[in-house]
Structures are given as structure tokens and as C-alpha cells.
């Protein structure tokens, strides 16, 4: 268990952060590429040499971290900055491993992003990627959650990240994870065919052990590992039987539902495991799919309880304010998870 | 607070497939830094590496792969994973239970396999067995669902200290009851992809690395796969230990992508923190396994960082010197290395030293001896600034 203060978000949505938009950015060929804005605090002879994953790590994270200096960094992204690491893989193939140069090589490991934030603010403390695909983000909530029991008076810089590149669009393609047919993004929940669209995008968050002025509480984190539609929901009921507090309930489950209908039945039994008064929220139409998107959806819910704004967006169709919200997410169905986060 | 054990190891490098071969070689001063045989670079002749001369279909056969899509990042993680699980005596049961976790370092995943990625990334094929193969997770994913493993599973890229890191998660994991055992370590294969990235960085030298000599000329890439598995002493009280995962550390250099700061600021954290996590005293390591890649700014930066916290420097050496640098791999292969050093009452020479670097006036061990072995730190430096020190204790 700990404390969200601080958190940031760069998505596709420009109605995430500015109070006065409330349409949806349609997506583009399938792709919903995150705004770009908000790099003014990167050196602009730093930022013309930064991927996307590296400029959208660093400005969200320097945005939380800016006023409230952290005792180490924690960053969860599948793939970092990809479109640097093929640039640099085609720089091979096509010079036939001549002369090349190494900004595309050290840009596109994955722990750029963490490393650049440790340097653009001097951080010498705890600093860690955390690469699992669709968990990435996941383990590096579990590592803070073990880190502020380690060390209960420190401050963390939580956060996911990922991009859009050519390469894992095209990757990803191949492997049938994106719809063959145009579709837009308003769409796309409703298809009845395979894969999803692609997005990208960051979020942070400061957390620590301290209640006052917290804007929510992650009570716990869990992974799953199973195609078994039983296992994950024998799991699913005992991870709120122990978690969630007597007598209270989950009232918004945010769901990663992402239009590829072979994850429906995942998505639909696990709804049926909780009350049938349960609201349902959702927000891959408007982030797209990609690896580390649930650091959008606890940002999302993170903001749900002080503000209904983004409701009708996010389909919810209820304008109560919530008190448990329960994160359910699979993307490929092999890997799943679970975070319980509450009002405070 | 519980003390986190070692009760089984698992190896593959450059200077062999088993726990045994490698104790040997290292004893042997044997160097396996060669040219490239299994597989085509231009550089394949020109530079030396630490290869593994086992091929792939041969692999497919010792490890029973059927099939396809299976890379050979994977399949040496697959090797030294089942040495690890039957060295500890673990169960298939056991193994596929929510007490087990699984964390691997790595740093080059599927990409071993740069022309199929290059094809399969600019729309050069159709049909490729590879497709879910190239990301990092997917050599843990690989091993998580061979074994059907229901712990928290995890991949962690540091670049060269990964599996540092994957060792210092598993034991945190431990720790603090989320999981009952964890199988921990890393992997990494030659790739075409770090072979020129860090060619065009000019740290790949001509010769066999020279770990802490005046005249070196950059590192040698190599690859490996070690895992660990880690278990709470008194979860294990019958069964064969080897050593105790005492201290552990991760701080960060914040100075420069690729660089060490002239101070080492992050090594010396990295040290310092091992030593008060493992509540001991400099004066009471008894050997050091070095990062010492052999490159003009790694060895410089930690031996001025090592003669900050140590007095009297102890005994040290660099196994980069035997293997390469196997990136991902680093830092579990020479947690290996210092298990043997503690269970052996031994400790392993660096090759290839002739010159101290003037600015240090520190020489490694260049020979084999039998002492007392109590506590050995073993340190990994990455790219991006992360630093980590682990140590290991006898029991």
C-alpha cells in the first residue's frame, strides 16, 4: 500500500489535461499518437536528438519531480525508445556494419529513459527499468511498493512509458495484434474483429508512505500468468477478498478492453466475478494499446475521484463519485493484471 | 531478518556449459576470447568475443526444443535455468506454484537475430516464426511458460548490471514474503546489434581485454546466461547452501549516457550501499570481482571509486578477462563466480594484466590461490548511469 501525490500524463487526449476540451482525439490510420507538447523544460539541442519514449518519460517525469525531489526512479516500459533501435538496425543492414553512429544505439536501450531523468536532475539514488511486456509497468509499482516499506520516509518517481514505432507497429502487425481493417478509435471497442489500434503515451506519479494531501491510495498490485479464464478469476476473488476492505466495495472497474474480440471472453467473465452493480470504465479507445497503458488508466483513476470530467469519455454511466477503483488489464491474454486503487 | 541463501547455481559462457567447466577454466587462467564462428559479421575475424561454440540446432536437440520462434538468447537462458532449478533440487510442482518467481536481466532479448528483425520490421516478410521473439520479455516469458511458473515474473534492463538488479529483486521479493523461491539471473547473445553499437562507441578492442592495465584498448563482447535460485534460510534448512546473498545495491552515476564520472559517484554509492545493506566494513571483503571491462574509462572510474571506500584495496580481479562482457548476463555469471570463490575457498585470477594504470597503482590478482574466502563483492556498471554491487557471504 502507498500514496499518489504528484502524477503526470502525455496521451493522444488533450480533454486528460486541459479542463476546457472535453471531445476525443480520433485516431490516424489506425494509430493514436500521443500530443506533442509540454518538452520545454528539454535543452532544445538535447530534445532535437531524443525518440518520443524518451521525450515523453522525461517531460512528464521532470514535471512531477521539478518541486518534490525523489529518492530514486522507477520507470516501467516494454520497449523504450524502439524507433531509435531500428533506425540504428537499419543503419546496419543498409551500411553493412560500416561506419556508423552510436546516438540511435545508446537512445534506444531501454533504460534511457530512466537514466536521462537521473541526469537531468542530478538523482544518484535507486534507479531501475523494468521491461516485462505487458507488466512492465506493474513490476515497477510492485518494486516502489517493496522500496517504501524498505524505506518508509523516501519519495519515489513512479511511471510507464512507451511509443509508436514503425518497427513494433509493423511487428505487431504481423503477429495479429493490430486490426487489418481502418477503424477509428470511437469505433473500436464495439469491433468484432482481432487486434486492437496502437498508441502510446507516459504517465508518473510521486508516491510515498505519507496519507495527508495524498490524491489516492494503491492498495495492491497483482500479476497474472495464464490463458485459464478460471485461474485468473479464482485469483481475481482472492486478491479483493484480502485487499479490499470489510465491508466495502468496488464501485468503477476500469477495463483494458481493447476491440480485439478474442479477449472478450477474458474481459466479460471477469466483469461477472464482481457485483452486479459495478460501473465500467474504459480507455483504450482513447490511449490505443500498448504495453505500458495501465500507467494511463491509474492516472486516470487516480483523477476520477476528484473530478467526473472525463466520465462520459471514458463511457462511464455514472456521475458518482467513486471510492474503490478496481484496474483489470490484458492485452495478448497470457499476461494480466490487477491494481486496487482507492479514495483517500 | 531472514538471510536469502543460494541453493542452486546454473552457468553457460564462453568458457563452458556447466558450473564445472567454467570453476575449471577459471582456475586454468583459460581464456575463451575468440574470433566468431556461428554466425556472419563483418566483424566476425577482425575483433575478438566470447562466443559459446555450441550452435543452435545443437541447442535445439540438448534442450529439446520442438519449437519454433525459440531464439538463442532464450535457449541459453533455457540451459543455465534447468541447470539452476535441478541443482537446487526444485520440483516441476514447485516450480509452477504462485511461491516461485522468476526475474531475468537482459539487455538484447530476440534481437540476437538483426537480419530476420530487420526483415520483419520493414515489411520484408510475411511470415516469420519470430514475431513475439524479439522483445526483452519475451526470453522470461519464454521460460515462465515452459515451466508454468505463477510467482511474480519479471524483466529488468540496466543495461550491463541487469541481472544484478534481477538478483537484488528476487532477494527484495523474498524478503518481504512475496514469493517463497525465486529463480533469478540474466542472459545475453552476441547480436550484430551491440556488436556495431558499441564499435561505434570505439570501446571494442582489437585484442583480449586487459582488465586495469595501463596500455588496455576497450572491452570484448561476450555471451552467458546464470541463474540463481534464492530461497529464505529457514525456508531451506536441509538442503545444500552454497553462500548468502548478504548485501545489495543500485544507485545511480547522474552524469552521462555512456560515461563514468571521474569520481565514480555511482560505483562508489553502489559499494557503500552494499556494505552498510550487508552491515560489514571494507576491511572485510575479501575479494573483489570488478566490473573491469577493460575500456580506458570503466577501470580508471572504479578503481578510483574502490580506493575511495577500501583503505587497503583487497585482493580483486576481472573474469571479463575469461569471458567478455556479457552485458545482461555480467552480473549473474560473476555471481557465479563469486559463489565458487566462497564455496571453494578459492579465488580466480584476471588474465592479460602487464602495466598498473599509473593513476592507480593497483594490480589484480594473476594467479590462482587457495584462502579464506568470506565476503566477495562483485560489481556491474551500466550504460544510462546504474550502478550495482552485490555481496556474497559464507554461510
Known amino acids: 500500500m502507498f500514496y499518489i501525490h504528484t502524477s503526470s500524463c502525455i496521451s493522444a487526449q488533450k480533454a486528460f489535461i486541459d479542463p476546457t476540451e472535453t471531445t476525443l482525439t480520433e485516431s490516424v490510420d489506425n494509430k493514436l499518437y500521443a500530443l506533442d507538447i509540454h518538452y520545454d523544460m528539454i535543452p532544445p539541442n538535447v530534445l532535437r536528438r531524443l525518440g518520443k519514449a524518451v521525450k515523453m518519460g522525461i517531460a512528464t517525469g521532470i514535471q512531477v519531480v521539478s518541486n518534490k525531489p525523489v529518492d530514486g526512479i522507477v520507470i516501467g516500459t516494454a520497449n523504450g525508445g524502439l524507433e531509435d533501435c531500428i533506425k540504428f538496425l537499419n543503419q546496419i543492414i543498409e551500411f553493412e556494419e560500416g561506419r556508423l553512429t552510436p546516438t540511435n544505439f545508446v537512445q534506444s536501450t531501454t533504460n534511457a529513459i530512466a537514466g536521462q531523468i537521473s541526469i537531468m536532475t542530478a538523482n544518484k539514488g535507486y534507479n531501475i527499468t523494468h521491461v516485462h511486456r505487458e507488466l512492465a509497468f506493474e513490476n515497477a509499482l510492485i518494486d516502489v511498493e517493496m522500496l517504501l516499506q524498505e524505506n518508509p520516509a523516501n519519495n519515489y518517481l513512479v511511471g510507464g512509458v512507451d511509443e509508436i514505432s514503425e518497427y513494433n507497429h509493423t511487428i505487431n502487425t504481423l503477429a495479429g495484434y493490430y486490426k487489418q481493417e481502418a477503424i477509428s478509435n470511437k469505433e473500436v471497442l464495439e469491433s468484432a474483429s482481432q487486434g486492437s489500434i496502437a498508441g502510446e503515451g507516459a504517465a508518473m506519479f510521486v508516491v510515498n508512505n505519507t496519507k495527508e494531501h495524498a490524491k489516492a491510495v494503491v492498495q495492491a498490485i497483482k500479476t497474472i500468468h495464464s490463458t485459464d479464464i478460471h485461474t485468473i478469476k479464482k485469483i481475481a476473488k482472492d486478491f479483493l477478498k484480502e485487499h479490499l476492505p470489510a465491508a466495502e466495495s468496488i464501485d468503477l472497474v476500469l477495463l483494458g478492453q481493447n476491440g480485439d474480440s478474442r479477449l472478450n471472453s477474458y474481459y466479460e467473465s471477469f466483469f461477472n466475478t464482481l457485483p452486479a452493480n459495478t460501473h465500467i470504465g474504459y480507455y483504450k479507445h482513447l490511449t490505443g494499446e500498448f504495453s505500458t497503458a495501465t500507467a494511463i488508466a491509474l492516472w486516470l483513476a487516480t483523477n476520477l475521484f476528484s473530478s467526473n470530467r472525463l466520465n462520459e469519455l471514458m463511457k462511464i454511466s455514472t456521475s458518482h463519485t467513486p471510492t474503490n477503483i478496481l484496474l483489470y488489464n490484458t492485452s495478448k491474454g497470457n499476461q494480466h493484471s490487477l491494481i486496487l486503487i482507492s479514495k483517500v | ?395
Open chain 2, 1 to 395: 531478518m531472514s538471510r536469502i541463501v543460494v541453493t542452486g547455481i546454473g552457468i553457460i559462457s564462453a568458457i563452458g556449459d556447466s558450473t564445472e567447466k567454467n570453476r575449471n577454466a577459471l582456475k586454468n587462467s583459460f581464456c575463451g576470447i575468440s574470433s566468431i564462428d556461428l554466425f556472419e559479421t563483418k566483424y566476425a575475424k577482425l575483433l575478438p568475443f566470447g562466443e559459446i561454440k555450441i550452435d543452435n540446432n545443437t541447442f535445439r536437440q540438448l534442450l529439446n526444443i520442438s519449437s519454433a520462434g525459440v531464439t538463442r538468447t532464450s535457449m541459453l537462458a533455457q540451459h543455465a535455468f534447468e541447470q539452476a532449478i535441478q541443482d537446487s533440487n526444485l520440483t516441476k510442482e514447485e516450480l509452477a506454484t504462485e511461491d516461485t518467481a522468476l526475474i531475468n536481466g537482459n539487455t538484447v532479448g530476440g534481437m540476437c537475430l538483426t537480419d530476420e528483425l530487420y526483415n520483419d520490421a520493414n515489411k520484408h516478410s510475411t511470415d516469420s516464426p519470430y514475431v513475439t521473439s524479439y522483445d526483452l520479455g519475451s526470453v522470461t516469458i519464454y521460460l515462465q511458460e515452459l515451466y508454468n511458473i505463477q510467482g511474480v515474473c519479471n524483466t529488468i534492463n540496466t543495461a550491463c548490471s541487469s541481472s544484478a538488479n534481477a538478483i537484488m529483486y528476487g532477494a527484495r521479493l523474498l524478503k518481504q514474503g512475496k514469493a517463497k523461491r525465486a529463480v533469478v539471473g540474466g542472459v545475453d547473445s552476441l547480436a550484430k546489434f551491440t556488436i556495431n553499437g558499441f564499435n561505434a562507441l570505439h570501446i571494442l578492442s582489437s585484442q583480449p581485454c586487459q582488465p586495469f592495465d595501463q596500455n588496455r584498448t576497450g572491452l570484448n563482447l561476450g555471451e552467458a546466461a546464470a541463474f540463481l535460485v534464492l530461497e529464505r534460510e529457514e525456508d531451506c534448512i536441509d538442503k545444500k547452501k552454497y553462500a548468502v546473498l548478504s548485501g545489495y545495491s543500485n544507485a545511480n552515476d547522474a552524469f552521462h549516457a555512456s560515461s563514468l564520472s571521474d569520481t565514480g559517484e555511482g560505483p562508489y554509492n553502489a559499494m557503500k550501499e552494499a556494505l552498510k545493506i550487508a552491515h560489514l566494513n571494507p576491511s572485510d571483503i575479501s575479494f573483489i570481482n570488478t566490473h573491469g571491462t577493460g575500456t580506458e574509462n570503466n577501470d580508471l572510474v572504479e578503481g578510483t571509486a574502490m580506493k575511495r571506500i577500501f583503505d587497503q584495496v583487497p585482493p580483486f580481479a576481472s573474469s571479463k578477462s575469461n569471458t567478455g562482457h556479457t552485458l545482461g548476463a555480467a552480473g549473474a555469471i560473476e555471481a557465479v563466480y563469486s559463489i565458487l570463490s566462497i564455496h571453494h575457498q578459492e579465488l580466480y585470477p584476471s588474465l592479460h594484466f602487464e602495466h598498473e594504470i599509473e593513476d592507480l597503482k593497483l594490480r589484480p590478482l594473476q594467479a590462482y590461490i587457495q584462502c579464506p574466502v568470506q565476503h566477495v563483492m562483485s560489481n556491474s556498471f551500466g550504460f544510462a548511469g546504474n550502478c550495482s554491487s552485490l555481496i556474497f557471504s559464507a554461510l
